[in-house]
């Protein structure tokens, strides 16, 4: 019998703890149940994430009562925390965490209206506000400065609690940061923080105008897939569809109309996209079409606020809401009565989570599809080799899309060599002449351009041209990235910033030169060629402000802006019929990346940023500037050869053994201390040696490519298996093997690894 039960408690707080379960409650506790314990001196709300027999503490306190009547998660979401939790080796805590969102946990039903405090942060510089306008400066010691005072320690605890999460609840903020509520309303008055009440229903598309669409006619291509998933839908078996159909060929319609059919039987559709904050005109399309019905549309998304989040989780609970789009944890949605899921752009590595539990919202799709016995779609214009391996040996459906709406004609992709542009002009231009020629002719005819170039920042390192210095994270092995407008030198990877020095530390030299041109780079010299031109830029530091990256798509759109110059940001599902030419800096350095999947990535970024041109009646180009334009994935991109790429890179990775012909499980062993974590590395991999059979390859243990991050030296342990069982109950074996685990080692169990880094 289960006597103990595990509760994660309403405080921020990342860990459970065990109570018991009395008698009288046996039959109501249950996971997903919500509970009120005695925490402390207090009594808190709480949310049950595991049941067990015994627990290794003593003195436990009982459960003082249970809130609500039933548990927050359905059965079939629970199944597939359970799935999650043996598949990925996640603690099953973390999984049940995972399925619900923190504020759905943390709120008993019904309890709508709480005082929630946010910090006052200027968006721009990051910076705490004191008065609403006005920008706080710290002080060497890092703590802050308000009027020429310091904060009381109390009022401190307040920032420092609300840094970590904001909004809070005022209730959890003063058991979190110990002071009393008085604290926190001194620290309001004096324009710190805002405390509010959250209004009754909060709608996160308040304000914003939507008109209904209609079906469109579909073309032959689109019919015949809907044909399949449609029978796919109502098949007796639970069915999974890959849709490969190239940019523009009218993949969304097809989701539409699917998703209609689905209502039209009483059921619901979930649809994932990549990230959503992107995507803004995929969530704006089906929105659009079921607008006579706005209330049966929820959207999930990370910038929602909390009292928004919770809303549009009840609508979808209590069966308002039929239709759920949203990013990666949307597939836990608690949709009644499944009928379709779709994963818009499949391939996207961002459904991957990148904390426990490591779960491929992807797959995971198809797992939920089979136990819901509802058809599950993965569209993409470039699938990634796994799905396309699936649907060749007929485990998926397989349909393919080969022409765009209306019959446009796919852009033509010129590549150009950059070696011989070098050569040319006698220095080594940052643009060919045939882009500046070709952007002139865009301008004008009035016609737009994207530049496209995947680093952000002016250059991405700063070097002493006299001793070779080069200017590196401190706590990290790679160089800090030169932001000109801010003048700052930031890492990357864990943000850390400097002021440029004056001169060089080494030699004193007074000169930099500045290598690896980013796009704020590409900006300044845009400007400075075109000057006439309206530019604009679009990556993740220009676009800090809420709404920013719809404000430029919609200026874009209206055709004020005649280039757009970005990161990935821009690379996905726009669709602007007056792009006429993409052009694309230097691809080649994601190539150099130590990923085995690093051609397949710059296949599909070719394939999908050239699919941002041509989209209207004129056909559209591509200029893809490179160093190595005989790369076989940029020869393959530009032939729009998909599957003569996946031909020789399925060659490749068989040879080696790598996915999609085996499962690879990353193992990443962290600390500070360098000899600890080798250590600890080497007994583990001792350990998995005797464990694994002959079916897991082992590699040893190496440094991983990005050695160390945020102070943590990082070392790697792989292994690949055709089946992931037998790979991970020898990694769980061999991890418990270990009794006592170094203080300050952390280990990662990475399944179906999408990033080796
Ligand atoms: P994909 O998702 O495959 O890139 P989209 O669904 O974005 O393609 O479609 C590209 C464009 O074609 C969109 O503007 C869409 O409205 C339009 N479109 C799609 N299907 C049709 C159709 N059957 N008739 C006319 N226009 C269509
Ligand atoms: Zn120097
Ligand atoms: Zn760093």
Known sequence: MNCIAKVAVDLSLDREFDYLIPESLQSSVEIGSRVEVSFGKRQVNGFVVGLAEKS??????????????????????????????????????????????????????GEKKQLMVSLNVDEASGLVLHKPERVSTANEAGSLVYEGKKLTSKQQAVVDALKKASPMLLSELTVLAEVSAATVKTLEKKGLVTISKESVYRDPHEGVQILKTGPLNLMSQQAEALEKILAAMNSEKPETVLLHGVTGSGKTEVYLQAIARALEQGRGAIVLVPEIALTPQTVDRFRARFADQPERVAVLHSSL???????????????????????????????????????????????????????????????????????????????????????????????????????????????????LEGQRDGKHGLFSKELIEEIY????????????????????????PKCGYVAECEHCSVSKTYHKARARLVC??????????????????KEFKYSGAGTEKIEEVMAKLFPKARIARMDSDTMR??????????????????????????????????????????????????????????????????????????EGEVLVQTHTPHHPAIQAARRMDFEGFCDQELAFRKELHYPPFAHLTCITLRGKDESTVEKTGETLFYYLEQAVSGDVMLSPMVPAPISRARGEYRYQILLRAEKTGVMTRAIRRSVGAIKKWPKGVKCTIDVDAMSLL
């Open 56 to 109: 290794d503490f003593e003195g436990l306190k009982p459960i003082g009562k249970v809130l609500g009547e039933k548990s927050l998660i359905t059965e079939p979401v629970m199944e597939l925390a359970r799935w999650m939790s043996s598949y990925y080796l996640a603690p099953f805590e973390n999984c049940v965490r995972a399925v619900l969102p923190a504020v759905v946990r943390r709120k008993a039903s």
């Open 305 to 419: 606020s909390d009292g928004e989040r919770y809303d549009e989780w009840h609508r979808i609970r209590s069966g308002e809401a039929q239709i759920v789009i949203g990013a990666r944890s949307a597939l836990f949605a608690p949709v009644a009565n499944l009928g379709l899921i779709v994963v818009d752009e499949e391939h996207e590595p961002t459904y991957k989570q990148d904390e426990t539990p490591r779960y491929s919202a992807r797959d995971a799709a198809v797992m939920r599809g089979h136990r819901e016995n509802c058809a599950v779609v993965l569209g993409s214009a470039t699938p990634a080799l796994e799905s396309y391996c699936n649907a060749k040996s007929g485990k998926y459906i397989g349909i393919e899309m080969t022409s765009r709406v209306d019959h446009r004609r796919m852009p033509v992709m010129r590549i150009i060599d950059m070696r």
């Open 441 to 464: 002719s865009r301008l004008d005819r009035a016609e737009q351009t994207i530049i496209f170039l995947n680093r952000r920042g002016f250059s991405s390192s700063l070097v002493c």
């Open 492 to 509: 990357h990877i864990c943000g850390e910033e400097e002021a440029v020095p004056a001169c060089c530390p080494e030699c004193g030299s």
């Open 545 to 618: 402000r809420k709404n920013a990256h719809r404000d430029v798509l919609a200026k874009f759109r209206v055709g004020k802006i005649d280039i757009l110059i970005g990161t990935q940001m821009i690379a996905k599902g726009l669709d602007f019929p007056n792009v006429t030419l993409v052009g694309v800096v230097n691809p080649d350095h994601a190539l150099h990346m130590a990923d085995f999947r690093a051609g397949e990535r710059v296949f599909q970024l070719l394939t999908q940023v050239a699919g941002r041109a041509g989209r209207g009646e004129v």
